[in-house]
Every structure is written in C-alpha cells, then in structure tokens.
C-alpha cells in the first residue's frame, strides 16, 4: 500500500442472518471453524441469510473525505463497523494505515452508568491513549465538548447532543490518521456544528482521511472529494460527488408510492361526495401531461369534478404541497381571489404554479373541497406525487432566480457599526 493510502478495502462481503436463532448458530459454527484454523466462509447464502455488503473495494487518501451515502438499511453502518474492526468480513480484506478514530453511533461505547469524565479515560484507553497521555488531554476534551458543569454526571442523563459532543471529543482527541463518522452533525447546535468542521478542516490539513456518512447532501457536496452510493449492499457509483449525488437522486424519484397515497380510482370514499374528483394529473408549461418536472419550472394541478348535488352552491378548494421535511404551500381559491360560485355538470379545477423552486426529490400534493360555509367536506384526495429533478449547482432547498455582482467602495461610504452593547 503506498504512503498515501491509508485505507484500502478489496471485494469486502458480509452477511447477516433475518433468524435470530439461525444467526447464532452460524456464529457459533463459524467460530469453531476459525478455531480450527480452517475458513467457514462461503460465497453461497445459508437459509435466512443475506448480503448486508457483496463486493465493496475502495481507496481512501491522506487529505480526502469519502462520503457514503444511501437509504437506510444500504449497509452503509456495516461497512464502518468492518473498517473499525468491530465485526471481520465474510470476504475480502481491509488494510489500514495509522491510528483509526470512530464515532459510529450517538454514545457509542459510553457507560451509561459512568460520569462523562470517567467515560473519557475508558474510551480514550480503548483508542489508545496512555493515562499520562489522557490527563494531559482531558482539559480540552472537556473544553471542546462544552460539558464542564455536566462532566461529573453520569452520561444517561445526557442529552443526544451532550453524548455526540463527548464522543467527538474523544475521538478527534487521539490525533487520529483516520477518522469514522456516522451522522456525527445531525444532532447538535450550529456553533458546535461549525466547531467540528473546523476541527475535520484541521485534521485534513495534516493529511487525516476521513469517511463520513450523512444523509445531508449539502455537506456531502461541500466537504468530501469522492462518494460511493451504496444500495443494497452493493456500490452503485464509486467516485465524482455530483454524479454519485445525482443517481441517488434518481433511484429516489424512482420509489413506489406511500401507503397512504390516494391513486384516481381507489374505492375509499373521503367526503360527503356531493362533488366528487374523478381524476387529477400535472400538465407542463405547454399542457403536456407530465409525473416529473424540473426545479423552477411552472406546472398546473389539473383536477377532473363531477357536480352531484344542486345544493352545492359556494365550495372552497384547498391545496397542501409538502416536501420530505414540512409544508411548502397552503392556499385555497377564496384567499386568492378566485371564488368557484356555480359547478356545472363535469368539469375541470386548475391550480397554475408559475414556479416550484422546492430543490427536492419529489413534491406530494393534498387537495380537498369543501363548503365555504358549514365547512362539510365533499372530497378529500392526499400526497399525490409529482417527482423533481434537482439542480446539481444547488443544495439548499430553494433556487431562486439572482444576480451576483462585485463592487468597491470609497471608505467614507462604509456605514459605522455599533453594536448594541456599547450604546
């Protein structure tokens, strides 16, 4: 392995079994066979098995940052627990240069019993450390967790931020050459956030090497030089960050549809079905019906209506657009201006977006219709899906339309500061 590489992994397999019982009994089989001196291995599955990872090599070099990305289940925790050493591989092997840091799960290897101080000497012990080597280090491992009026408390009656500070702490405090970490800033505030990265900038500058998995593909595009997507134990792209980014994001508009979507023709009956939606579709800037749009891009809610009760005077429609995280639209016709005052037979409820600049994978759609007055709803349909194709340039959650530009100024035009605690 050349000075440059600290971590190489060739054709690594491992399997688990779904039956406890099975499961154990391989182990136990697979134990005596290592005993013995003999390899148990096979490449062919035992009943209940599976591939929990099949065939995954990769290099990882001083100064970069892999970032493994994937639906949860991808295998994507088995393969840092492989690098860790925490489990051996059915296949393969794993070469690793320098001292390894980890920080797999939220408090992971803690005592929940011990204090937070006596959790540093038994985990930093583990990492290596001498007790020399940590009482001079645990000052500003304590420092850098931000937990000196809790460092004498015992860690479960820490919080899920408190625990991952502590555990980064830790871990960063071993001057590793290889650092593991596993939705590390998925819990915390933005300052200890910001710390850690700085702290990861640091280390790469020194030549550390780093795999970081994180559902958050900001940060993946920001901070890592390669990324392997993982899907179902198997690499589907080893390699350049937007590429890897963008076919995730494909597979994902890919998905079969919740549970609970409505689709046109379900029996289940929702409302008073005096006025019944019979079937809805998207229709594109140039009335093509679409299921999939790019980002920005206008698009018009098409929702097809039979009109079954004369009494049905005054009827509100109510439109709900949700991304993966919260609503992004509610509005009905009446707060826009555009009271539905007489219903004919059959006909068609238009709703025109000019622009969804929602950067998601996909958007899901709510509408019902019900009456303005009593509130009775006629009918009610739920996350009808339209898919999204995000813009690989952006990684917030919007795209809107901006002008960059840079000018200089004279120093007399710099407005005067002052900051609220001197008045």
């Known amino acids: ?26 182990g136990v089989t697979d134990t005596l066979y290592d005993l013995a001196g003999r390899d148990g291995t096979t490449d062919e599955l035992r009943p209940s098995e599976f591939w929990a990872l099949n065939n ?14 994937g639906r949860n289940g991808a295998g994507k925790t088995t393969l840092l627990k492989l ?3 925490l489990i051996k591989p059915d296949n393969g092997r794993i070469e690793i240069r320098g001292r390894l840091g980890a920080l797999i ?33 645990i000052g500003k491992i304590i420092e850098f967790a931000e ?35 596993d939705e590390v800033l998925a819990v915390g505030d933005v300052g200890f956030q910001t710390k850690c990265l700085n702290t990861l900038a640091e280390f790469r500058r020194r030549g550390a090497g780093f795999v970081f998995v994180s559902h958050n593909m900001h940060l993946v595009s920001r901070y890592c030089q390669q990324v392997m997507y993982i899907r179902h134990g198997q690499v589907q792209h080893f390699g350049d960050v937007a590429t890897g980014i963008a076919q995730y994001y494909k597979d994902m508009h890919a998905g079969s549809f919740d549970e609970d979507t409505d689709i046109p023709g379900a029996p289940t009956k929702i409302g008073s079905g005096k006025v019944k939606f019979l079937s809805w579709h998207f229709s594109n800037a140039r009335n093509e019906v679409v299921s999939e749009i790019d980002v920005g891009e206008p698009v018009t809610l098409v929702v097809a209506y039979e009109h079954r009760d004369s009494t049905v005077r005054h009827a509100v429609l109510d439109v709900t657009v949700r991304d993966g995280e919260e609503v992004v639209y509610q509005g009905t016709n009446i707060l826009e201006g555009s009271p539905f005052e007489r219903f004919k037979k059959r006909g068609e409820l238009r709703v025109q977006f000019a622009s969804l600049p929602i950067n998601t994978d996909y958007l899901r759609f709510s509408f019902s219709l019900y009456d303005e007055s009593t509130g009775e709803m006629h009918d009610w349909k739920r996350n009808i899906r339209l898919n999204v194709r995000r813009s690989p340039r952006h990684s917030g959650r919007l795209v809107l339309p901006t002008k960059w530009a840079m000018a200089s100024i004279e120093q007399s035009e710099i407005p005067s500061l002052v900051s609220s605690d001197n008045k």
């Open 83 to 85: 690098l860790n050493g």
């Open 147 to 181: 937990l000196d009026e809790f460092i004498d408390a015992p860690v479960q009656s820490y919080s899920s931020g408190m625990a991952v500070r502590l555990g980064f702490a830790v871990a960063t405090a071993t001057d590793p050459d290889v650092l593991l970490l």
């Open 56 to 69: 995954v090599s990769f290099e990882l070099r001083r100064g970069e940052c892999l970032g493994l990305i």
């Open 1 to 26: 392995m050349s000075s440059d590489v600290l971590v190489r992994a060739e054709g690594v397999s491992k399997k688990f079994s779904r039956d406890l019982m099975k499961s154990l009994w391989y």
């Open 105 to 137: 799960a939220l408090g992971a290897g803690f005592n929940p019993v011990l204090s937070g101080r006596e959790n540093i000497y038994v985990n930093a012990s583990v990492l290596g450390l001498s007790r020399r080597e940590i009482n001079e280090k």
